[in-house]
Every structure is written in C-alpha cells, then in structure tokens.
C-alpha cells in the first residue's frame, strides 16, 4: 500500500496543503489566512489560524495520511558543525555536548543530525528554533485537530523538494521571504526574512538580491573549502514566484543561472508546483530509518525533527541515522565533556559572532524597509495622482466641480509635495465652503483616486489677499 503524507505549510499570509500517495501529488489546496492573525511575518493567533487549517481539510478531503507540518525560519538559526574523523562511538559521545555548545542559548530548542562521514571527517546539522515558536505552531496544529508525526524547518522541506547537490533556494511569500544555500545536498545555511508587503516588485527582488549577495558572502567566508561559485544555479519559488517576470527580476539582479522548480513528485500540470515547493518538500520527508536512496526525490534523508519524541530529544536515536547501542555511550560522553575541553570548542566564539552578525543585519534592514516604505507610498501617492493618461486634466475637471458659487479657479502648480490652486472668490465662505467640498469629496468613493489626498485639507493652508486666493493641497507621503 502507497505511503500517504500530508504536507502543511502555514507562513503568516497563508496556508498550504497537500497530500501524496506514494510518488503521486493526490490533493491540494490553499488558502489566504485570515486578517488580525500574524504581525511583521510572525503568526500571533496560532489558535484561529489552526480553526482555519481544520475547517479546509474538511472541505479539502485532505488529511488522510502521516502529516508533517512545517517551521517558519524567522529566527531560527542552523550550523553545520565538523568532526575530525573518529571511532563512531567517540562522534556518538561528543556529538551532544558539541550541538548544545554550539547554539547555547536557552530559549532556543536545538536539534541536530550526523552527517554521512567522508575523507575530511564527520559533519552534524544543528539546528536552534525560538522555543516559542514551536509552541505556537504546536497550538496550532492541535486546534486544526492534527497529530504530526514530524515539524520540520521550512528550509529543509524546500532543499528536498528542489533535490539538488548544490543550489541557491529563494522562496517568495508576500511577507516573507526564505534563504537557503544548498551544498553536497546538504542545506548549509538558512535565513528568514520579513518583507512589508506594500513593497513594489522591483523593491522586494533589489532587497531580496542584496540579502542572497550577504549570505553567499557569509558563507564563502565561513566554508572557503565549499564555496557557493556563479554557476549554481538559483530557484525561486513561493507564492509571488508564479508570476516568471518576478524571478526574473530577481535573477537580473544576481550572477547566478535562473533554473525552474521541477517537482519530485508527479503531478497534474495544473498544480502551481512553485507556491507548493514547501509542502512538496514536507510529503517527501522520509519515514525514520529510511537511507540514502529510498526516498524518491531525496538526496540527502534529512530526520531533524522538532517535535519531542519518546526517548527525549537529547538521546540519539535511530531516526537520526544513530545507533540504538550508542544512547548509552553518548548519556555517558555527555558528562565526561562537562569536564574537558575539546578542539570542536573552537567553533563556539565563531557562531556566536554569526548570531552577532544576523542580530545587525535584521535591525539595518528593518530600518531599510521602513524607510522604503515611505518612499513607495509617496511614489505612488505621486503617480497615481499624476499618471500620464490625463492626470492633470482628471484633477483640475475635480476642482472645478468642486468649486461652489462665488469661486472661479485660474491656476494650478504641482509640486513634489502639494498641488496649488490659485483663483478668485467672491469673500471668505465661499473659500471656507470649497474646503469643506474638497474634504467631503476625499472620503467618497467615486473620487477614491484623491480620497487620501483630500481628506485632510487644513484651513491653514489657504492664503487670501483682496479677491484672490491660493490653496495648498498636501499629497500624501
């Protein structure tokens, strides 16, 4: 009987779901999640947004199979950590104490996983995500009514589903955007991101391409002996990805080849397979002693797992390609390291540095995002009023109707930050009443087009002298 598994991939704006049967893509469905829920990327009401997630897999069908949900990377920090080459019981024993050294800070879950040893020695993952957030995502889970089997970070799901040995991962989500560096088919490095929604496509991909530039710059810095080089290619994926005018954007940005998402998995041709790369990924997760190869569309059996399992998460176990003979040893190992300093220690000042850095990095570009908010506002504040398809013409006709008996409008000066009207009126009500018209017109919808601009009108901004009078209308920024 065909293995079934139900991927659920939940960001902050929405939700996708999808089942497999064997190879096969069986159902999908997707969903906006709903308004008040999440803040700055991060979902706030993990409660409501699982009501949701249960109320669409009734709808959907969904949910008849092993479900693996995923992990947003915000905050979430992963390291991959070498081992000189050793008897394998002496890895199992220092393995632990490394992975909790490595990432030391409490209120971060840490989990980690061996990697398949070669010539140069050992490597682990280690994986640290905010405690909190995996909280959140398990009230989540358990208000939709679900029982995973595994969480796993979003950027592992994405490497999976792309399957390649090397490979540069950007998933576009409309408040957030995932980062992820693929080596020896291995995701080396992991970053989340928040983007403001309001940003304009050529913004986002100018961001998000000076962010991919920073952690290839990080990584080749860190891992000179696996360098990210110009000819890995890059995939974009997530929801604005489905436009091709956007990743190419993106690309034209970068020196990296532009290759499209290829599901492992079969699938109608309809299905949007880049908005559900993520949850590909997720219904690709092998069971937990599933080796190189058994997997289809899996290069690499990656079994981090986020959950608590039954032994503790502090135990090897076999689900992270341990042996079961080697729990003992490594309980063992653990307190003998309490009291000796080994050479993989050295890694510690170096991490903790990265944290450092990535603490910066979110802080300068917040203020960055911020700062471009502003100005797409008042860009397109500025040529939504001024478009070149009578924009003038449009707005003067609306002033003109606007104006009340006793005010005639002879001209009109547009500036970056106001336009000004100059006329003649008949004595102060009439230009008192035109302020008014211009205020009441703003908040009415057949003027939608100038509601912003005209709803905050001040009386101070009108100037008179004699007959004539000049009124500044602010643009909005």
Not at 13 to 20: D, H, M
Not at 47 to 60: E, F, H, N
Not at 301 to 327: E, K
């Amino acid at each position: 009987m065909a293995r079934r598994v139900v991927g659920i991939d939940v960001d902050a704006t929405s939700i996708r779901l999808l089942e497999s049967s064997g190879t096969r893509v069986e159902r999908w469905v997707s969903a906006s999640v709903g308004s008040g829920t999440s803040r700055d990327g991060t979902i706030t009401q993990p409660t409501l947004v699982g009501a949701q997630v249960k109320r669409l897999l009734r709808a959907s069908g969904l949910g008849k199979g092993e479900v693996v949900a995923s992990l947003s990377g915000m905050y979430a920090m992963s390291r991959v950590l070498s081992l000189p080459p050793k008897p394998q019981q002496e890895v199992l024993r220092e393995a632990h104490q490394l992975a909790r050294e490595s990432i030391p800070l409490e209120e971060l879950r840490v989990e980690w996983e061996l990697l398949p040893a070669d010539e140069t020695g050992q490597e682990m993952l280690v994986l640290g995500v905010p405690s909190a957030a995996l909280s959140a995502q398990v009230a989540l889970l358990r208000s939709a009514g679900l029982k995973p089997r595994a969480v796993e970070v979003k950027g592992i799901a994405l490497a999976r589903a792309v399957n390649r040995e090397r490979a540069i991962i950007v998933n576009m989500e409309s408040s957030s955007a995932d980062l992820v560096l693929v080596m020896n088919g291995v995701p080396r490095l992991m970053r989340t991101l928040h983007q403001a929604s309001e940003l304009s496509p050529e913004r986002r991909t100018a961001a998000l391409a000076r962010a991919v530039e920073q952690t290839v710059g990080y990584h080749n810095a860190n891992s000179p002996a696996r360098p990210i080089t110009e000819d890995v290619p890059i995939f974009v994926v997530g929801t604005l990805a489905e436009d091709p005018a956007v990743a190419q954007l993106l690309a034209d940005h970068l020196p990296y080849p532009l290759e499209p998402f290829v599901s492992p998995l079969e699938m109608p041709p309809h299905l949007p397979a880049a908005r559900y790369a993520a949850s590909i990924g997720l219904a690709l997760r092998p069971p937990p002693r599933a080796k190189l190869g058994q997997v289809p569309g899996s290069a690499l059996p990656l079994h981090i797992n986020l959950i608590p399992q039954s032994p503790p998460f502090w135990i090897p176990t076999p689900g992270r390609g341990l042996y079961v003979a080697a729990v003992v040893a490594g309980l063992a190992g653990a307190l003998f390291l309490s009291q000796q300093a080994t050479a993989q220690r050295a890694f510690l000042p170096s991490l903790r540095q990265e944290q450092a850095f990535w603490k910066l990095e979110e802080a300068r570009q917040k203020s960055q995002r911020d700062a471009v908010i502003e100005k797409e506002k008042a860009v397109s504040s500025f040529t939504e009023l001024m478009s070149r398809k009578g924009g003038n013409v449009r707005l003067v006709n609306l002033l003109r109707s606007l104006a009340p008996q006793g005010i005639t409008i002879n001209t009109f000066a547009l500036s970056e930050s106001s336009v000004t009207v100059g006329g003649s009126s008949t004595g102060p009500q009439a230009l008192i009443e035109f302020v008014r018209a211009l205020r009441a017109s703003g908040k009415t919808a057949e003027n939608g087009a100038f509601r912003r601009h005209f709803s905050e009108v001040p009386f101070s901004s009108v100037g008179q002298g004699g007959g004539s009078f000049s009124l500044a209308l602010p643009l909005a920024r």
